[in-house]
Structure formats: C-alpha cells, structure tokens
C-alpha cells in the first residue's frame, strides 16, 4: 500500500502493544460489568449474554468480510463465530431478547463507515482476544451442564488451537502494511469496537454501572487476555 502523509505521527511500539494500552480501560470496565451482571452464573445469565452477542457478532463479521478480512486472514472462514453463538442459543432453547435482536442506531452507523485493513485489525483484536479468554469463561459455564458441543461451543471454538489461531492473528497484525491513516485509526476503532460491546452488556445488565469498576473477578470477555 502506498503510504499516506499529514494526518497522523508515527507509531512507535509494536502494534499489539499500542491496541492494548488503547483498550486497557473499557476492557477492565467490560469484564467488571458481565461480572456484576451475573452472566456466566446461570443458564438465564448465560442465555441473555448470547442474546446481546449475536446481532453484534454477525454485524461485526458481515462487515469484516466485506471489507477483505479473508484477503488479510486466510483462514477467516474459522474465525466467524456468529452461526455459533446463535446455535448456542438453540441448545439452550432461548431466543435473542427483544433488545438485542437487531442493531442500534450507533451499531448501524459503525458498520456502514468505510472500513480499511487499519479498522478490520482494530476489530479483529477483540473479537479474537476475546475467543483467547473465552476459555476462561468456557470453564465456568460447563460447570452449568454445557459442553461445547451442546451449548458452549461460542466461548471456546477452537479448543486446543487456540493459542495457535491467536499467534497467528498477532503475526497477521504485526506484518499488515498499513498506512499511516490505517496505523492512526488501530487504537481509536479498536476502542470504539469496545464501547458496542459495553452497550451490549449494559443493555442486559441494567442498574450494576455502579459495580462496573471496582472489585470484580476476570471474566476474560470481550478483549481476553490480549
């Protein structure tokens, strides 16, 4: 790609690093408040979790590849996780809340921007650094009676591979040539990535704000351990 100047200086530190420091907040906010909102006690909690996850998964992932993530993954085919979070919903015999079944206003207008290989990478970071951390929640919702093949299989799609689909997302993200508008917009849509995670979960959650920052235990959602 033919580099762009003017709009923004040069980034310095590798690109994963400058994703996590642009994230770090929102991340630890977000597993606070899946935390508080109770949603990987109960197969309710469970169930309204994947309620709000799948009309944001299957607008992120629509729009991922129509702006090429299967030219800058190729295996991108295996990353899609929207169809396993709606046959999750199946296993349990739940439907998306009223709520969450299709994008709000906000979601809509972030999914009909123009996306660059900058912005697919930005939201790529988490969605697979929450597939990472999924593992953690994984092992607290078989404690429910769910397996991966009947019900959890969202959380953990990759199972043993998932150290080796992440390291190589992270080798895809450190060698992208990238302009310098798409090195400036990592951090920016990473976050704003985030925040329609957070009105997801906060849509389920109504009234934890309050607990959302203090206090609570990993949940190694949305961002993961990235």
Do not use: N
């Not at 994230?23 to 597993?31: F, G, I, M, P, W």
């Not at 190729?74 to 999750?88: E, F, N, Q």
């Amino acid at each position: 790609m033919t580099a762009r100047c003017g709009r923004h200086a040069p980034a310095t530190g590798s690109r994963r690093d400058r994703l996590r420091r642009a994230t770090s907040a929102q991340h630890a906010a977000l597993e606070a408040r899946l935390e508080a909102g109770g949603c990987f006690d109960s197969l309710d909690g469970y169930a309204r979790y994947l309620g709000a996850m799948a009309p944001l998964y299957a607008a992120l992932e629509d729009a991922l590849h129509a702006a090429g993530a299967g030219r800058l993954l190729p295996d991108w085919p295996r990353r899609r996780k929207a169809g396993l979070v709606r046959a999750d919903l199946r296993a349990l015999g739940a439907r998306a809340p009223a709520i969450a079944r299709v994008a709000s206003g906000a979601e809509a207008g972030a999914m009909a921007a123009l996306w660059h290989a900058g912005v697919v990478f930005a939201a790529l970071y988490v969605l697979e650094g929450a597939t990472l951390g999924g593992a953690v929640l994984a092992r607290r919702v078989l404690r429910l009676g769910l397996t991966r093949e009947r019900g959890a299989a969202f959380l953990d799609p990759y199972g043993l591979d998932r150290s080796t689909m992440w390291q190589g997302f992270l080798r895809a993200l450190e060698g992208a040539e990238l302009t310098p508008e798409e090195e400036g917009d990592l951090g920016p849509r990473s976050a704003a990535v985030f925040d329609l995670f957070a009105a997801r979960v906060a849509a389920i959650a109504p009234g934890r704000a309050g607990r959302a920052d203090v206090g609570a235990a990993p949940s190694a959602a949305a961002g993961g351990v990235a």
